[in-house]
């Protein structure tokens, strides 16, 4: 059995959310602030039975949260009414159980199966935080902020200090089993039954990794001293016996200690008290020494690292936090397995990851990734389905293209993209795109907007283009300006940026590709624009079959008039937009570098009349170009394709 989906409302930033679970690891990944990480706690909640607290509750809907209490308060709504219309954190769990023996023990889930029908292999789960405050003490509750003898008042501030210090008392966690046939049909079960069906294991990123326990209580010495509390029966048989030993010959050593130190402190008090205390009336003074080495064994171990070739012992506070996460994420995994372990029955480990790569170097991060899978399947004979949080592109390179989701922030709430819905839906170039991601990078999962340029002189020139606009005003517009914003520049060139149009239209982030016009004279003859006939960009040529709805596949001829004649408006597509070289001073350069000589004539020395022969760019390395450019002349101009794309980009909203 394996859970299939995770559906979360009203839970901060999730207001309606719905997250597609790989059946081995789902890793979750966006730029920063886009609920990957509430996600987590969310679960953790409900299976641990946590209360929800006001900080939780979405700032999207205090409004008519706040709203519906004045109204009832006001008596023009019911209380029957309020609960029914105020907005509940929820989540619901989508299990699936058709791979299992139809004649075997479900075990844990066997309590949410309320439909009979054989046919019927979903199990779905609500796990609720109903409004349960009694109408009368939450009407005294509020009644004052709202009423001041007998005046209506509204006091907003007042009924969200009183929602912060008692929204846990307002609300009850209910769970239920949902018949999948009919949603009516429902059974009330409890926080235990839920528990006992998911045992959820969250490791959290790993900010501080100290192993003194003021500098961190969760230290790697921890970890290894929990061996003095843990069942016997629960370790692996290789290690139980050792603990064993070691637990006796600690017992021995305290048994030994106390009862000497006892006797000679009790001989010592014995011998220093005066002023005729004890006489033969009184009992007799003396010492009972509670040592326990135990206790200062957890206090004061640490692990340390030996070099096979010295043959000598290093502090742990010597070696590199990368090697001290994995090490404490792998002891942490063993733990989790054990805890599975003790399970009498069947049930569906929760794994979640929160940012692993802290502290680890790229190839750490790699290896990480790539050894998770099989690490569980070593240490646990059940199946583990795994959360992986991240804004690494080496782990997002890593894992398989279909376990990823996008997660994305929208004025509506947080939306999970699914990239193996994307995988089904668009065949088209998809192997392109997933090779390009894994032998490339991943920045454009992390970031607000991307720029998709032709090569090397965009990628040097783009920054400082991007930094002149801003110092030249352009970008006042906004009052982020795109230099603060978080954008990724990708080198991919004019031949397949098109390829990545529909996957970023999928993911919804402003893109802007610039491209050169490369003009020709028949397809297969470079020509300058003015006598261009036709491009031999496939950027520029699939965008006008897409304006003009001919098929990717059409074999028209796509005119250069028409790219030319493309207005404003008509370079956008969806969330993308494209721009590529127009005429300046009565001419038109076919690629950034013959562009910039253009609007630069006087420090490439163009004596006039400049004619398109001139502008024709003959140096060997385009790298020189860009580093010339800025080096020698940092007053440069930048061409008007670039300063529009640029201020179209500035100008996108990253909220959709």
Not at 239 to 266: F, G, M, P, W, Y
Request: net charge negative; aromatic share 10%.
């Amino acid at each position: 059995m394996l859970l299939t989906k995770i559906a979360i409302k009203n839970f901060r930033l999730l207001v309606n959310a719905e997250l597609n679970v790989d059946e081995d690891i789902t890793l979750i990944v966006g730029r920063n602030n886009t609920a990957k990480t509430s996600c987590m706690d969310m679960l953790g909640k409900v299976i641990k039975g946590k209360p929800l607290t006001y900080d939780d509750f979405p700032l999207s809907k205090r409004k008519y949260a706040y709203f519906l209490l004045e109204h009832f308060i006001k008596g023009t709504i019911t209380y029957e009414r309020l609960c029914k219309k105020f907005p509940q954190a929820a989540i619901e769990f989508w299990v699936d159980y058709s791979l299992d023996d139809p004649d075997a023990n479900l075990g844990a889930l066997s309590p949410f199966i309320i439909d009979v029908d054989v046919d019927t292999t979903q199990a779905v789960i609500r796990a609720e935080y109903k409004l349960k405050m009694e109408e009368n003490t939450l009407r005294e509750l509020f009644a004052p902020c709202f009423f001041e003898n007998g005046v209506f008042v509204k006091r907003l501030e007042d009924v969200r200090d009183i929602c912060i210090a008692n929204f846990p008392k307002m609300f009850d966690l209910t769970i239920y089993a949902i018949n999948p046939k009919n949603t009516a049909d429902v059974q009330v079960k409890t926080q235990k039954e839920l528990s006992d069906l998911f045992p959820f294991y969250p490791i959290h990123a790993e900010r501080f990794l100290g192993e003194a326990a003021e500098d961190n209580q969760s230290s790697l010495g921890s970890l290894i001293t929990s061996y003095f509390s843990v069942d016997l029966d629960n370790l692996d048989p290789q290690i139980a016996n050792d603990v064993k030993v070691l637990r006796e010959t600690v017992e021995k050593a305290n048994i030994a200690i106390q009862r000497k130190s006892s006797e000679l402190l009790s001989s010592i008090v014995d011998r220093s008290v005066g002023f005729g205390y004890p006489n033969s009336e009184e009992l007799k003074l003396g010492v009972n020494t509670k040592l326990q080495i135990d206790n200062q064994i957890k206090d004061q171990t640490e692990l340390t690292y030996t070099s096979k070739v010295a043959g000598e012992s290093l502090p742990s506070s010597h070696n590199g936090l990368g090697y001290k996460n994995l090490i404490k994420i792998e002891f942490q995994l063993a733990a989790f397995a054990g805890k599975i372990k003790q399970g009498s029955t069947a049930c569906i480990p929760l794994l979640f990851i929160e940012e692993p790569e802290s502290h680890m170097h790229p190839q750490m991060q790699h290896t990480f990734a790539s050894y998770l899978r099989t690490f569980l399947g070593e240490i646990s004979d059940v199946h583990i389905q795994s959360f992986l949080t991240s804004h690494s592109a080496h782990i997002a390179n890593t894992i398989d293209f279909s376990k990823i989701r996008y997660a994305q922030k929208t004025r509506r709430g947080v939306v999970y993209k699914d990239l193996n819905i994307f995988s089904q839906i668009q065949t088209v170039n998809l192997e392109f795109i997933q090779k390009y991601l894994t032998l490339s990078r991943c920045d454009m999962f992390f970031a607000d907007k991307i720029i998709f340029v032709e090569g090397a002189s965009e990628r040097l020139l783009l920054p400082d283009m991007i930094e002149k606009c801003a110092n030249a005003g352009l970008f006042d517009s906004q009052e982020y300006k795109l230099p603060a914003q978080y954008y990724a520049l990708i080198e991919i060139g004019g031949a397949y940026a098109y390829k990545f149009i529909p996957f970023i239209e999928f993911l919804g982030i402003p893109c802007l590709i610039l491209t050169d016009i490369d003009a020709m004279e028949d397809g297969r003859t470079k020509a300058a624009v003015s006598k261009g006939k036709v491009t031999s960009n496939s950027t520029l040529k699939w965008w006008m079959r897409k304006h003009k709805n001919l098929p990717e596949d059409d074999p028209s001829t796509i005119n250069l008039s028409e790219i030319i004649a493309l207005t404003a408006e008509e370079k956008t597509r969806g969330t993308c937009h494209v721009e590529f070289q127009t005429s300046e001073y009565g001419l038109c350069g076919r690629s950034l570098e013959e562009s910039i000589m253009n609007v630069n004539r006087a420090h490439y020395e163009l004596a006039e009349p400049v004619t398109e022969d001139k502008l024709s760019f003959k140096d060997k390395s385009k790298t020189d170009f860009a580093l010339n450019l800025i080096t020698k002349k940092p007053d440069y101009a930048i061409p008007n394709y670039i300063k529009n794309g640029l201020v179209w980009l500035n100008d996108q909203q990253v909220l959709i």
